[in-house]
């Protein structure tokens, strides 16, 4: 009896060992991945595209993330804040576009010490914890929108940009892109000004303004995020230059593509907001499974203009 007793207990124990592990397993199993993605500045409805490319390969991949960040574009230690908040919570993954890729480091180097993998997204973040980059080359990007303009303008002139600030990766690259093709390229034609509006429209309307006063025989200008290029529309229309200032807009918007059917701007660079957001969620999730990933992952840009604006490869990347 108690041979039977014995045997009794070891097979009641091992039912429950094994009802444990299963358990064990089933939780794991069913484990919520979270991701948490942190913008620059959500009031830029550039945005809103990306979120939903973000949420649609969320709900592909069956995860939970959480789409974030300042409400104006610029305001670092408010992304900082939202950044420490994310970390706090224990994610399998972070996404990021950074405002400041250099004030971000202790952050980064917070994640890599918990073992949470960091993607960068739309700005790239000057760290090699950063496992990749989803963005637009967006160097590549500027030389287009300067190649255009010197085309617009016969080769020669004086040009001007303005873009939201000198911190971010996305900004100055876009900028040197631009910058660069042409100083470097076309001797008969000269940057005269640099102008960083912090993505907002009011504050590039007048530095805008200020470029036009400063020089008046200015011959085209670069808005080279959705922000600065509307802010240029909005001082052409003021000062009533139409048809003096061959400009040249960034991204989309209401106001932007009615600003290129009307011909205040000749044409924008868009980028593909959707895919960044989309592909963004599922190389997280890739950094979370420990695939190992390339250094970038560009997801395109492409001219748009009267010529083109109503093409469905273009619409389907413009929005309101």
């Known amino acids: 009896m108690r041979k039977s007793l014995v045997l009794s207990l070891i097979l009641c124990l091992g039912i429950a060992f094994g009802f444990a592990t299963i358990q064990k397993a089933?939780?794991?199993?069913?484990?919520?991945?979270?991701?948490?993605?942190?913008?620059?500045?959500?009031?830029v409805s550039f945005w809103q595209p990306v979120k939903s490319g973000a949420e649609r390969a969320a709900s592909d991949l069956g995860i939970k993330i959480t789409f974030e960040g300042p409400q104006e574009e610029a305001q670092t230690q408010?992304?900082?804040?939202?950044?420490?908040i994310a970390l706090a919570r224990s994610p399998q993954a972070?996404?990021?576009s950074a405002v400041d890729s250099k004030a971000v480091t202790p952050y980064l180097e917070e994640a890599e010490a918990k073992g949470i993998p960091v993607i960068g997204f739309d700005s790239g973040v000057d760290s090699p914890i950063v496992k990749t980059?989803?963005?637009?080359?967006?160097?590549?990007?500027?030389?287009?929108?300067?190649?255009?303009?010197?085309?617009?303008?016969?080769k020669k002139g004086k040009v001007a940009i303005i873009i939201q600030d000198s911190t971010s990766q996305v900004a100055t690259n876009r900028r040197d892109g631009f910058i660069d093709t042409i100083?470097?390229?076309?001797?008969?034609?000269?940057?005269?000004?640099?102008?960083?509006?912090?993505?907002?429209?009011?504050?590039?309307?007048?530095?805008?303004?200020?470029?036009?006063?400063n020089h008046p025989d200015l011959k085209g200008?670069?808005?080279?995020?959705?922000?600065?290029?509307?802010?240029?529309?909005?001082?052409?229309?003021?000062l009533n230059k139409e048809g003096e200032i061959t400009a040249i807009g960034f991204d989309s918007g209401k106001i932007i593509v009615d600003a290129v059917r009307e011909g205040i701007l000749a044409g924008a660079v868009s980028q593909n907001p959707q895919e960044i957001g989309y592909q963004?969620?599922?190389?997280?999730?890739?950094?979370?499974?420990?695939?190992?990933?390339?250094?970038?992952?560009?997801?395109?840009?492409?001219?748009?203009?009267?010529?083109?604006?109503?093409?469905?490869?273009?619409?389907e990347l413009l929005y309101e």
């Open 133 to 154: 980059t989803v963005a637009t080359d967006n160097y590549g990007a500027g030389e287009l929108a300067a190649l255009k303009m010197v085309e617009l303008l016969d």
């Open 94 to 96: 972070v996404i990021l």
């Open 221 to 238: 200008i670069f808005g080279g995020n959705q922000g600065s290029a509307e802010g240029i529309v909005k001082a052409i229309r003021e």
């Open 280 to 315: 963004a969620v599922e190389t997280a999730f890739k950094a979370y499974q420990g695939e190992v990933l390339p250094a970038f992952i560009d997801t395109g840009y492409v001219w748009y203009d009267k010529t083109n604006i109503d093409n469905p490869e273009i619409k």
């Open 78 to 84: 408010e992304q900082l804040d939202i950044l420490n």
């Open 26 to 43: 089933a939780e794991v199993t069913n484990k919520t991945i979270y991701i948490p993605i942190i913008a620059k500045g959500l009031a």
């Open 183 to 213: 100083t470097q390229q076309y001797p008969s034609m000269d940057v005269v000004a640099v102008g960083y509006g912090a993505g907002d429209a009011e504050k590039s309307s007048e530095i805008a303004k200020q470029i036009f006063k």
